[in-house]
């Protein structure tokens, strides 16, 4: 796929931004093979010093955090890389590699930053594919006693400077095109379901929870499989993924907002209406790029919003993870917060027109 053809904003268009075929008898470190990815990672350099000017012009600290951690997370369908750690003595003690920092940057603001934001390398397994990979960038950051709304300015801004540093007008993905500097729209997850869906999603849920029969009958009548195992939440998923998210960040960037509170583990909960939560995605050409939240700060209800996701992960996979108990003592004094996590890879595959992951990836992880 072509590179957006429009004039850079402070640099020249580069019409080296061309697509690139992987060649599967040639490693990426084959100097052709690399040749042709190198405008690529020219641009993912650029972006990631833009951003990191932004965020130092507004107060921000950049932090970095550890890799290796007690728990990987408690998100039912995130699945860890596991190690293990030896001591001099000999003994041994099972860790993971983090599937984000966030439970790391939440005990920095427990300790009494107030603006961080991390380039952090984060693991996740059984997950490639066009826009996956099992390494990978996640850029987060955090703002202490400030509202979730301050993120959705964020992440219009870096938009912007992302693709000025790419030297771009425009972000593109499989023939879908964003404008980068335009304003974008903000629609709440029920309006979406109803606009694109014809589904009335506020009608399945209650201060009970979610109904999942009411939802199945909803789905079949609208054509979307429905197998007799599908949990509200699977239901939700399917047609979120299937009739939602490819409409979104067409033409401009789409803020959805306001999830139900089912899915959102790490989110307090809306003011005025607890079936919603204080959780929003950026979407830009039909992908994803961030997932932000008004940060729950309850330790009594994290550990019961862990515990029901890692019983419906034994439930669907045979396994769960140990919870952080160092990560809800920190909880219980950290301040106020929203928070955020933004595929740093995606938004250079947008911002340069990259057809696949791997080539905004310095070093790819060879496929076994």
Excluded at 47 to 53: L, S
Aim: proline letters at 6%; aromatic letters at 10%; a negative charge.
């Amino acid at each position: 796929m072509q590179h957006s053809g429009f004039a850079g904003h402070g640099q020249p268009f580069d019409d080296s931004f061309v697509s690139v075929v992987p060649d599967p008898a040639s490693p990426w470190w084959t100097p052709h093979v690399y040749a042709d990815r190198r405008p690529f990672l020219m641009a993912r350099t650029r972006i990631a010093d833009a951003i990191r000017e932004w965020f130092r012009d507004r107060g921000f600290v950049e932090v970095e955090t550890a890799i290796l951690q007690k728990s990987p997370g408690n998100e039912t369908h995130l699945h860890a890389f596991a190690t293990e750690l030896q001591s001099p003595t000999g003994t041994c003690a099972r860790l993971f590699l983090h599937t984000s920092p966030e439970f790391a940057c939440k005990r920095l603001l427990a300790a009494g930053e107030a603006r961080i934001f991390t380039f952090a390398r984060v693991f996740r397994n059984r997950e490639r594919g066009t826009l996956h990979h099992p390494e990978f960038t996640l850029l987060e950051w955090y703002r202490a006693d400030e509202s979730y709304q301050s993120l959705m300015d964020d992440c219009a801004a870096l938009l912007a400077v992302s693709a000025q540093a790419a030297g771009t007008r425009g972000l593109s993905f499989r023939e879908r095109s964003c404008n980068p500097f335009g304003e974008g729209e903000r629609i709440t997850v029920a309006a979406a379901f109803e606009r694109f869906a014809q589904l009335d999603l506020l009608g399945t849920l209650s201060s009970e929870g979610p109904d999942r029969d009411r939802l199945a009958a909803c789905a079949r009548a609208r054509d979307i499989r429905v197998a007799d195992d599908d949990t509200w939440s699977d239901l939700f998923s399917r047609i979120l993924v299937e009739r939602i998210e490819p409409r979104l960040g067409i033409g401009r960037a789409t803020i959805l907002t306001d999830y139900p509170a089912a899915e959102a583990a790490l989110a307090r909960p809306k003011e005025g209406d607890p079936r919603l939560a204080e959780r929003f995605e950026l979407y830009a050409c039909g992908v994803e790029l961030a997932n932000g939240f008004g940060e729950l700060t309850d330790p009594v209800e994290q550990r019961r919003r862990f515990e029901a996701q890692m019983a419906e992960k034994m439930r669907i996979h045979g396994e769960r993870y140990p919870i952080d108990e160092d990560f809800l003592a920190a909880l219980a004094t950290m301040p106020p917060a929203s928070g955020i996590a933004l595929g740093f890879d995606r938004l250079v595959m947008l911002a340069t027109g990259a057809p696949r992951i791997e080539h905004v990836l310095w070093t790819p992880v060879v496929e076994p």
